[in-house]
């Protein structure tokens, strides 16, 4: 995330020095994992059922994975991390770099819904939670009196990202259809997830502990994620009779590529839901 650095009272090394400590003091991670993505036809039947619900395909993996971690045994409101574009904005226009920031959305997931209800909650959560973009998450920790321990700083967290590429320059090559978008920590003790579309479909790619806990949790959770997708999706002509909509099968992550000879570099990707 790039904010400057009076905003957080952080040089470079302050913060290369807070990416050590968290490397140290939290679990592994080991590699991302990509799963079976739903195909084209799929997701744009999913998209279509999230409009005629009122949203967009964006609030509709929100509500998705705030049901599904209700129904896994979680709460009744599903807290999580959302990163949001800060590039639109005139002090960064001519900017390079990864100008994002992360912030909470809390959406409630109470089970007597409906989950076509639970759209417009993650709607509104969202819009919320968009008003902190110029606040940083180690700086609120500060105004609101927390400790300066990295590791309390960042407790257990969920993330949820979501980017559409069939936008960005070079979209038809056949190389952007492999899921590999996210990005890497070492360390972490959360669950973070990355959603991006290309022209292939829907992607998903999860790192969380390296542990036999956290493999079996995030695995049951994604199976309870597919199903509620799957539901979601259901209308005239159900998803989950259409085998050739929905990937059967793991995906193998490619190590991006820089960009095409004679380009400058691709634009950055459209973001749902006005992100």
């Given at each position: 995330?790039v904010?400057?650095?009076?905003?957080?009272g952080?040089?470079?090394?302050?913060?290369?020095?807070?990416?050590?400590?968290?490397?140290?003091?939290?679990p592994?991670?080991?590699?991302?994992?990509?799963?079976?993505?739903?195909?084209?036809?799929?997701?744009?039947?999913?998209?279509?059922?999230?409009?005629?619900?009122?949203?967009?395909?964006?609030?509709?993996?929100?509500?998705a994975?705030?049901?599904?971690?209700?129904?896994?045994?979680?709460?009744?409101a599903?807290?999580?991390?959302?990163?949001?574009?800060?590039?639109?904005?005139h002090?960064?226009?001519?900017?390079?770099?990864?100008?994002?920031?992360?912030?909470?959305?809390?959406?409630?997931?109470?089970?007597?819904?409906?989950?076509?209800?639970?759209?417009?909650?993650?709607?509104?959560?969202?819009?919320?939670?968009?008003?902190?973009?110029?606040?940083?998450?180690?700086?609120?920790?500060?105004?609101?009196?927390?400790t300066?321990?990295?590791?309390?700083?960042?407790?257990?967290?969920?993330?949820?990202?979501?980017?559409?590429?069939?936008?960005?320059?070079?979209?038809?090559?056949?190389?952007?259809?492999?899921?590999?978008?996210?990005?890497?920590?070492?360390?972490?003790n959360?669950?973070l997830?990355?959603?991006h579309?290309?022209?292939?479909?829907?992607?998903?790619?999860?790192l969380?502990p390296?542990t036999?806990?956290a493999?079996?949790?995030?695995?049951?959770?994604?199976?309870t994620?597919?199903?509620?997708?799957?539901t979601?999706?259901?209308?005239?002509?159900?998803?989950?009779?259409?085998?050739?909509?929905?990937?059967?099968?793991?995906?193998?992550?490619?190590?991006?590529?820089?960009?095409?000879?004679?380009?400058s570099?691709?634009?950055?990707p459209?973001?749902?839901?006005?992100r």
């Amino acid at each position: 995330m790039v904010f400057p650095g009076d905003e957080l009272g952080l040089d470079s090394l302050a913060l290369m020095e807070l990416g050590a400590v968290l490397e140290e003091r939290l679990p592994p991670t080991g590699q991302p994992h990509p799963h079976p993505a739903v195909r084209a036809p799929g997701a744009q039947q999913l998209e279509t059922a999230c409009r005629e619900s009122g949203g967009t395909l964006f609030t509709g993996l929100l509500a998705a994975m705030a049901a599904s971690v209700r129904d896994e045994g979680g709460p009744d409101a599903y807290r999580a991390l959302v990163p949001v574009s800060l590039r639109g904005r005139h002090q960064y226009a001519r900017s390079i770099g990864w100008f994002v920031n992360a912030v909470p959305v809390e959406i409630p997931a109470p089970r007597h819904l409906p989950l076509t209800a639970l759209l417009p909650l993650a709607r509104t959560a969202f819009e919320a939670g968009r008003q902190q973009a110029d606040i940083h998450l180690v700086r609120a920790q500060r105004l609101l009196g927390h400790t300066d321990d990295p590791v309390a700083a960042y407790p257990s967290v969920s993330f949820l990202s979501y980017l559409d590429y069939r936008t960005a320059p070079g979209a038809e090559h056949p190389a952007t259809s492999a899921a590999a978008v996210h990005l890497w920590s070492p360390a972490c003790n959360g669950n973070l997830s990355w959603f991006h579309r290309t022209r292939s479909g829907l992607h998903l790619n999860t790192l969380h502990p390296d542990t036999p806990r956290a493999r079996r949790t995030v695995a049951s959770l994604v199976r309870t994620l597919s199903r509620t997708l799957r539901t979601l999706a259901d209308g005239p002509g159900p998803l989950g009779a259409q085998p050739d909509c929905w990937g059967g099968g793991p995906v193998r992550a490619r190590r991006p590529r820089g960009p095409e000879p004679g380009r400058s570099g691709p634009r950055e990707p459209r973001r749902s839901d006005g992100r």
